[in-house]
């Protein structure tokens, strides 16, 4: 069902779809409305409806429906990490943690209200007050992925709706229940009637009609870059702000001088955690040549000791990728990765015979301009490759399209220094994984990773607001 203007309702043509388990595909798994562009008019309706009056509340009181929604997402934890784990075999474990990870989203979001909003100077003729304002930009349109089914969605929502945005909100086509979660919990916090609308079905069916629509001020996306600049087009011909998260090719640096068992643990969580299904997973290891043996040793040693299998059981690291269509593509990427010339250390097959798993794939030896070392293969499939000095390092590791997130391991502070300064991408780790974001700060790629601002933190501030200079003389 949908949630439009505070009321569940199919789909308009009575439609649904179903749901995939990736670990059990055989098994249904739930039907879901495949929502039609009618529905879309109708969520565009309710969310207009309701934009004054919510745009007209205090912050603060705009800040307490986040935080009761914050509290009804926390009770529901459990549920919301096991049907996460039931429709995108994400691991029970990091399901958990990304729930979490939403619960403190809203949370940092409803603190807005306890936040500077603008900036107060004194005008230089008279002296008078000038101070800038934040203004909601009207009805947004979030058009969400399934990786992070409800980190992603509550990312974008929380900061929309706290500074006065009306929202509609559409799931990604392959994990629908995760995402009705909030909607739950923001129907248990009592919101007012058309200030969340949320709809699931076909992004192609019913992502168009809602970037064109006039009424959809702001538009943001995380995805595919084919899907991502599709968008683009769309709202920048109507003129409409837009903001994009798209792909990334992240590389991880080991120095000669790093901690090998940290870099080693990095790197597998980096690259097989949610079985690499992360806009910022590891997928080029760069490893310096004098500690290449021992950095391969352990880390082979790493992911022979990772539990790969059944995302519902507690214990499991690496479970299966979402779908039929991606666990095809990944193994073709696999295949293509060996006709040009790698070879797989670990790896490379299905793990088991149930489900869309994939075991944690490493290949080596794979050339710097392959399709492995330039394009996102969305998956548990990285590279190691073997550098010399520094400076090289870096050209090969800045050698993509790409510019999300890159990682060095490093005990010098003169490597980490400089490293920081030169590497292209938005989000910079010394000494810890490629993956990963904290909620109050800004998460975004630079080069074709991304589009407009950056997400969360005080970023999000900028896309989800208009700002306006008052000046001011008595
Ligand atoms: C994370 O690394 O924990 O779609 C967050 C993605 C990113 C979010 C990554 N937009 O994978």
Same mark, same amino acid.
């Given at each position: 069902m949908n949630f439009i203007g505070g009321c569940w309702s199919p789909a308009s043509d009575g439609q649904t779809y179903?749901?995939?388990?990736?670990?059990?595909p055989a098994e249904p798994a739930g039907e879901f409305a495949a929502s039609?562009?009618?529905?879309? @008019?109708?969520?565009?309706? @309710?969310?207009?409806?309701?934009?004054?009056?919510?745009?007209?509340?205090?912050?603060?009181?705009?800040?307490?429906?986040l935080a009761a929604a914050a509290d009804a997402l926390e009770a529901r934890g459990d549920r919301v990490a096991v049907d996460?784990?039931?429709?995108?075999?994400?691991?029970?474990?990091?399901?958990?943690?990304?729930?979490?990870?939403?619960?403190?989203?809203?949370?940092?979001?409803?603190? @807005?209200?306890?936040?500077?909003?603008?900036?107060?100077?004194?005008?230089?003729?008279?002296?008078?007050?000038?101070?800038?304002?934040r203004r909601p930009v009207g009805v947004v349109a979030l058009i969400t992925p399934w990786n992070f089914p409800i980190a992603i969605p509550t990312w974008k929502l929380a900061p929309a709706l706290v500074y006065g945005n009306t929202v509609v909100l559409k799931l990604a086509l392959e994990s629908p229940r995760t995402g009705l979660h909030l909607a739950e919990a923001f129907e248990d916090a009592d919101l007012p009637a058309g200030?969340?609308?949320?709809?699931?079905?076909?992004?192609?069916?019913?992502?168009?009609?809602?970037?064109?629509?006039? %009424?959809?001020?702001?538009? /943001?996306?995380?995805?595919?870059?084919?899907?991502?600049?599709?968008?683009?087009?769309?709202?920048?011909?109507?003129?409409? %702000?837009?903001?994009?998260?798209?792909?990334?090719?992240?590389?991880?640096?080991?120095?000669?001088?790093?901690?090998?068992? %940290?870099?080693?643990?990095?790197?597998?969580?980096?690259?097989?955690?949610?079985?690499?299904?992360k806009c910022t997973a590891t997928r080029r290891i760069y490893v310096q040549s004098e500690v290449y043996e021992r950095f391969r040793a352990q880390l082979l040693r790493r992911i022979g000791r990772?539990?790969?299998?059944?995302?519902?059981?507690?214990?499991?690291?690496?479970?299966?990728?979402?779908?039929? /269509?991606q666990f095809e593509s990944i193994l073709a990427a696999i295949e293509?990765?060996?006709?040009?010339?790698?070879?797989?250390?670990?790896?490379?097959?299905?793990?088991?015979?149930?489900?869309?798993?994939?075991?944690?794939?490493?290949?080596?030896?794979?050339v710097d301009d392959a399709f492995l070392s330039?394009?996102?293969?969305?998956?548990?499939?990285?590279?190691?490759? %073997?550098?010399? /000095?520094?400076?090289?390092?870096?050209?090969?590791?800045?050698?993509?399209?790409?510019?999300l997130s890159g990682a060095i391991f490093t005990s010098s502070l003169t490597h980490a220094t400089r490293f920081l300064r030169v590497m292209q991408a938005g989000l910079l780790h010394v000494n810890s994984q490629t993956a990963g974001a904290d909620v109050h700060v800004p998460f975004g790629g630079i080069r074709s990773s991304g589009f407009g601002p950056h997400e969360q933190g005080q970023a999000a501030l900028?896309?989800?607001?208009?700002?306006?200079?008052?000046?001011?003389d008595i």
């Open positions: 179903p749901n995939v388990n990736p670990m059990r039609t562009p009618a529905d879309v @008019a109708a969520s565009l309706d @309710a969310a207009v409806a309701a934009s004054p009056e919510w745009a007209a509340f205090p912050l603060a009181r705009r800040a307490s429906y996460m784990a039931t429709e995108m075999g994400k691991p029970l474990r990091e399901a958990r943690g990304e729930t979490l990870r939403a619960v403190q989203i809203l949370r940092y979001a409803a603190g @807005a209200a306890e936040r500077a909003v603008g900036e107060r100077f004194e005008q230089q003729a008279s002296g008078g007050d000038v101070y800038t304002a200030v969340l609308n949320v709809i699931t079905g076909r992004g192609s069916v019913i992502g168009p009609p809602l970037v064109r629509d006039p %009424r959809v001020a702001a538009v /943001s996306f995380t995805g595919s870059i084919e899907v991502g600049h599709g968008i683009r087009e769309l709202a920048a011909a109507r003129g409409a %702000r837009v903001q994009l998260e798209l792909g990334g090719q992240n590389p991880l640096i080991v120095m000669a001088d790093a901690d090998l068992d %940290r870099a080693a643990e990095a790197a597998y969580a980096g690259a097989f955690y949610s079985a690499g299904q990772g539990v790969v299998g059944d995302p519902l059981d507690p214990d499991v690291e690496v479970g299966p990728v979402v779908n039929a /269509s293509l990765g060996k006709r040009e010339g790698g070879t797989v250390a670990v790896g490379g097959t299905q793990h088991g015979s149930m489900g869309y798993v994939i075991a944690p794939t490493l290949f080596e030896g794979v330039r394009e996102e293969v969305f998956g548990p499939v990285t590279s190691l490759y %073997r550098f010399e /000095s520094f400076d090289e390092a870096i050209e090969r590791a800045n050698a993509v399209r790409f510019g900028e896309f989800y607001t208009d700002l306006v200079t008052a000046y001011v």
